[in-house]
């Protein structure tokens, strides 16, 4: 794993899509967002959701333990979002115990 200079993908994303959720459901509470720190955390944003997220960094992908709720239950789960040719995110989201999600995101 690289440490967090060298990684490509810092900073906010928009999250403009998923392969579960329509766009209204996305930016339910506000605008979608996934948050890469260079402090080894992150935050993200979708629909109801709200969470924190412990990252490891790779040159162009970042993987992560994230916790915290979505209308008013605790979530948690797992994921990585690495940087495509393109330019584009590719984020994949699991929720201990339940739905996986891939979101695809834009530099805000």
Avoid: H
Avoid at 23 to 44: K, R
Avoid at 54 to 64: N, T
């Amino acid at each position: 794993m690289s440490g967090p200079a060298d990684c490509k993908i810092l900073g906010r994303w928009r999250i403009v899509e998923a392969d579960l959720w329509d766009g209204s459901y996305l930016n339910l509470a506000g605008p979608a967002t996934l948050t890469i720190g260079n402090d080894g955390q992150g935050e993200m944003a979708l629909g109801a959701m709200q969470a924190s997220l412990d990252l490891q960094y790779g040159r162009s992908i970042v993987f992560f333990r994230w916790g915290g709720s979505d209308e008013g239950d605790k979530v948690t789960g797992s994921g990585s979002a690495e940087l495509n040719d393109n330019g584009t995110l590719e984020i994949e989201l699991s929720y201990d115990n339940d739905d996986e999600v891939t979101l695809k995101g834009q530099r805000s």
